[in-house]
């Protein structure tokens, strides 16, 4: 849809023309894994708001595997959103979203490429530490075909939209309080951003399959002009999974949805089902 959507979510690396990094991440960088396990696949409905009705207008994917990334054991996920030809009348839709992080979650490599309307785009991000500080380059290709590249030593850590996606599942919530904010920086092929997540509390959601979850539902916004904005939320099973299963979009063309339809390969029991 835009940048922002996970919401959002581009597969082929282009690390010969880059050096090779090391692997030695940052401690601050690394997160323990806790809430998914290699095989993990969701599915989700995709619905937009058209003259005050809710149409379903496509579907997306998320998955996740442990894979290699240059000889290195890592995680792989990754996101598809596909518009049916419905949404093709209003607003074509084809992105794929792809990462791959260590196994303790710092972010190694996102792509993402991207047909919206008629603007069909890449961006990628290529992480390495070195000194324990994160090295950054940053690749966008333009809706033109223009190659914009960019690079930077860090003191801090910075994640993609992908990467935080995951990182965000392995949090502890068990002592937040509702307005409890986690500030971050987020990147993309040409730009850094300040963003949050910000919590806003426990709920229920009925999603697609039929069931209803007790869920942890969740904000995540970025600053734009001085101002944070409002991007997406996010509602999570509250439980070790912290499986999505429903997500608000705000758009710059509208409001969508996307509720998950169906789910595998999770790692622990799904506790936050409610009968």
Same mark, same amino acid.
């Given at each position: 849809?835009?940048?922002?959507l996970?919401?959002?979510?581009?597969?082929?690396?282009?690390?010969?023309?880059?050096?090779l990094?090391?692997?030695?991440? @940052?401690?601050?960088?690394?997160?323990?894994?806790?809430?998914?396990?290699?095989?993990?696949?969701?599915?989700?409905?995709?619905?937009?708001?058209?003259?005050?009705?809710w149409?379903?207008?496509?579907?997306?994917?998320?998955?996740?595997?442990?894979? !290699?990334y240059?000889?290195?054991?890592?995680?792989?996920?990754?996101?598809?959103?596909?518009?049916?030809?419905?949404?093709?009348?209003?607003?074509?839709l084809?992105?794929?979203?792809l990462?791959?992080?260590?196994?303790?979650l710092?972010p190694?490599?996102?792509?993402?490429?991207?047909l919206?309307g008629?603007?069909y785009?890449?961006?990628?991000?290529?992480?390495?530490?070195?000194n324990?500080?994160?090295?950054?380059?940053?690749?966008?290709?333009?809706? @033109?075909?223009?190659?914009e590249?960019?690079?930077?030593t860090?003191?801090?850590?910075?994640?993609?939209?992908?990467?935080?996606?995951? !990182?965000?599942?392995?949090f502890?919530?068990?002592?937040?309080?509702?307005?409890?904010?986690?500030?971050?920086?987020?990147?993309?092929?040409? +730009?850094?951003?300040?963003? @949050?997540? +910000?919590?806003?509390?426990?709920?229920?959601?009925?999603?697609?399959?039929g069931?209803k979850?007790?869920?942890?539902?969740?904000?995540?916004?970025e600053k734009e002009?001085?101002?944070? @904005?409002?991007?997406v939320?996010f509602?999570i099973?509250?439980?070790?999974?912290?499986?999505?299963? !429903?997500?608000?979009?705000?758009?710059?063309?509208?409001?969508?949805?996307?509720?998950?339809?169906g789910?595998?390969g999770?790692?622990?029991?799904?506790?936050?089902?409610?009968?």
């Amino acid at each position: 849809m835009e940048d922002k959507l996970m919401n959002t979510l581009k597969i082929m690396v282009l690390t010969t023309l880059l050096i090779l990094p090391s692997f030695g991440a @940052k401690a601050q960088c690394q997160l323990e894994n806790t809430a998914f396990k290699s095989g993990e696949y969701l599915s989700f409905n995709m619905y937009f708001n058209w003259k005050f009705i809710w149409v379903k207008v496509g579907s997306a994917s998320m998955s996740v595997v442990q894979t !290699r990334y240059q000889g290195k054991p890592a995680y792989r996920g990754s996101l598809l959103t596909r518009g049916n030809s419905r949404a093709d009348k209003l607003f074509v839709l084809r992105d794929t979203l792809l990462s791959y992080t260590t196994l303790e979650l710092a972010p190694l490599y996102y792509r993402k490429a991207a047909l919206e309307g008629s603007r069909y785009y890449i961006d990628e991000v290529f992480y390495s530490y070195h000194n324990g500080n994160p090295f950054i380059k940053q690749h966008q290709v333009s809706s @033109k075909g223009v190659h914009e590249w960019k690079q930077h030593t860090l003191s801090d850590c910075v994640y993609d939209m992908m990467n935080m996606f995951l !990182r965000a599942r392995s949090f502890n919530p068990s002592n937040w309080k509702k307005g409890y904010e986690y500030p971050f920086t987020m990147i993309d092929g040409n +730009k850094t951003m300040s963003a @949050k997540i +910000k919590y806003n509390g426990k709920t229920v959601v009925k999603a697609d399959n039929g069931l209803k979850y007790r869920c942890l539902q969740l904000s995540y916004l970025e600053k734009e002009d001085g101002k944070f @904005k409002q991007i997406v939320d996010f509602f999570i099973t509250d439980d070790a999974n912290h499986v999505p299963i !429903r997500l608000d979009m705000y758009l710059n063309f509208g409001s969508a949805k996307a509720f998950l339809v169906g789910m595998k390969g999770q790692r622990s029991a799904m506790t936050s089902l409610v009968n």
